[in-house]
């Protein structure tokens, strides 16, 4: 399967409260929804993918994979994702690039740009399918995060958790991984670091990737 820092990231980190049913938005080859699984043994995972190549690809790693009993694929637009139940947790990797130059292959562009009203769509769809406990997670870079926090908090989403990510300790803020909630908590920030020295990744990388890369 395809993977990338961004996505595996943010799979080991979410921490939310409750997980019996957990959706992935735009699983791609469907390595967040695994995670989810391999994590948390009880939950039922639904991945929406829209691209069908991709969503065909994750429906032959779920079938191939330990969950396959509690793994599925959708292929949808989530914005036409329809479903009987509320979620304990949303969790997604979206496109980011707004408004900025088009990848010239067609499903590249497509996974990693986001129209205009993306994030707006993103944000009032998951409040639609969160439950009263429930959370969203997603992984952004810093301008969209601080852009869907804002629109969040209008959808009654509020944020709880923003963990900003950074290469090392000399790099600035790269990502920001942020949680909401529909209740108000306190809110925790903390900082990650990806590298202690070039080539060379810190402990806390290390351990938080532990159970899932063989490398560590």
């Given at each position: 399967m395809r993977i990338n820092t961004d996505g595996v990231l943010l799979a080991a980190v979410a921490n939310p409260v409750n997980t019996s049913r957990i959706l992935d938005i735009g699983t791609g080859t469907g390595v967040i929804a695994m995670m989810m699984g391999q994590r948390f043994l009880e939950a039922q995972i639904d991945a929406v993918e829209i691209d069908d190549s991709a969503a065909m690809r994750a429906d032959a790693n779920f079938k191939g994979s330990q969950f396959a009993d509690r793994i599925q694929v959708v292929?949808?637009?989530?914005g036409d994702y329809e479903c009987a139940y509320k979620y304990e947790l949303i969790i997604s990797n979206p496109p980011f690039f707004v408004n900025d130059l088009k990848n010239p292959e067609g499903r590249k562009s497509l996974a990693r740009h986001a129209t205009d009203d993306f994030f707006d769509k993103l944000v009032l769809k998951s409040a639609t399918l969160l439950g009263d406990v429930g959370e969203l997670w997603l992984i952004l870079p810093v301008k969209p995060a601080d852009m869907v926090i804002d629109k969040a908090q209008k959808a009654g989403l509020l944020l709880r958790k923003e963990i900003s990510i950074c290469s090392d300790i000399n790099k600035p803020v790269i990502r920001k991984i942020v949680a909401f909630g529909r209740k108000?908590?306190?809110?925790?920030?903390?900082?990650?670091?990806?590298?202690?020295?070039?080539?060379v990744y810190t402990d806390a990388y290390k351990y938080l990737l532990k159970d899932f890369f063989l490398a560590f």
């Amino acid at each position: 399967m395809r993977i990338n820092t961004d996505g595996v990231l943010l799979a080991a980190v979410a921490n939310p409260v409750n997980t019996s049913r957990i959706l992935d938005i735009g699983t791609g080859t469907g390595v967040i929804a695994m995670m989810m699984g391999q994590r948390f043994l009880e939950a039922q995972i639904d991945a929406v993918e829209i691209d069908d190549s991709a969503a065909m690809r994750a429906d032959a790693n779920f079938k191939g994979s330990q969950f396959a009993d509690r793994i599925q694929v959708v292929a949808a637009d989530i914005g036409d994702y329809e479903c009987a139940y509320k979620y304990e947790l949303i969790i997604s990797n979206p496109p980011f690039f707004v408004n900025d130059l088009k990848n010239p292959e067609g499903r590249k562009s497509l996974a990693r740009h986001a129209t205009d009203d993306f994030f707006d769509k993103l944000v009032l769809k998951s409040a639609t399918l969160l439950g009263d406990v429930g959370e969203l997670w997603l992984i952004l870079p810093v301008k969209p995060a601080d852009m869907v926090i804002d629109k969040a908090q209008k959808a009654g989403l509020l944020l709880r958790k923003e963990i900003s990510i950074c290469s090392d300790i000399n790099k600035p803020v790269i990502r920001k991984i942020v949680a909401f909630g529909r209740k108000e908590v306190a809110l925790k920030r903390e900082l990650f670091y990806i590298y202690e020295s070039e080539g060379v990744y810190t402990d806390a990388y290390k351990y938080l990737l532990k159970d899932f890369f063989l490398a560590f």
